[in-house]
T-cell receptor, first 115, second 111 residues
Framework: GAGVSQSPRYKVAKRGQDVALRCDPI?????LFWYQQALGQGPEFLTY????????KSGLPSDRFFAERPEGSVSTLKIQRTQQEDSAVYLC?????????????FGPGTRLLVL | RKEVEQDPGPFNVPEGATVAFNCTYS??????FFWYRQDCRKEPKLLMS???SGNEDGRFTAQLNRASQYISLLIRDSKLSDSATYLC????????????FGQGTTLQVKP
């Protein structure tokens, strides 16, 4: 079956540009997560949705980062006025329900390079 | 100090070797524990959950010591295809399932 998909797979932005990253979770999955992975590091949590509700955004590094999931399926992570330190792989993951034991399925990620 | 600490390696081992990775976590209220595998330029994939009683899946054995806040992964009879980065992962208390990842340990199995 179809897994989590993300687009674009690669994005090059000039410093100061706005970018929008899309995530299509597995159909029917209630929970959706965004993570940021810098080179040589493990992924770091950004934000969490349960259906359309954003229940945790404690990992968003600044108010330039904004995420939404208006209909409880597709999610968009938007970064305004990109900075070089935003260069990373942005991973989306979904799980069937919420809870610490649920398996999270990751998408292939969007590689963002800010010049 | 990171909440989940791992030796980044790399661990270079010959085929057939047994290799062990360790990780420590600092939040004693962590609820669930996992090892994920990440191939180069790919997404992380769940390798196995880790239970207090220890668990085994083929050549892979995971152990959890809650008292010492320590997690281990043992790989027996290493294969070339085991070459990857192994991420130690814990979930925060609460119902969201938010995952906290270690830096990852890189394994290179050589012929």
């Amino acid at each position: 079956g179809a897994g989590v998909s993300q687009s674009p797979r690669y994005k090059v932005a000039k410093r100061g540009q706005d970018v929008a990253l899309r995530c299509d979770p597995i159909s029917g999955h209630v929970s959706l997560f965004w993570y940021q992975q810098a080179l040589g590091q493990g992924p770091e949590f950004l934000t969490y949705f349960q259906n359309e509700a954003q229940l945790d955004k404690s990992g968003l590094p600044s108010d330039r980062f904004f995420a939404e999931r208006p209909e409880g399926s597709v999610s968009t992570l938007k970064i305004q006025r990109t900075q070089q330190e935003d260069s990373a792989v942005y991973l989306c993951a979904s799980s069937l329900t919420s809870g610490p034991q649920e398996t999270q399925y990751f998408g292939p990620g969007t590689r963002l390079l800010v010049l | 100090r990171k909440e989940v600490e791992q030796d980044p390696g790399p661990f270079n081992v010959p085929e057939g070797a047994t290799v062990a990775f360790n990780c420590t976590y600092s939040n004693s209220a962590s609820q669930s524990f996992f090892w994920y595998r990440q191939d180069c330029r790919k997404e992380p994939k769940l390798l196995m959950s880790v239970y207090s009683s220890g668990n085994e899946d083929g050549r892979f054995t995971a152990q959890l010591n809650r008292a010492s806040q320590y997690i281990s992964l043992l790989i027996r009879d290493s294969k070339l295809s085991d070459s990857a980065t192994y991420l130690c992962v814990v979930s925060r208390p609460g119902n969201t399932g938010k995952l906290i990842f270690g830096q990852g340990t890189t394994l290179q199995v050589k012929p």
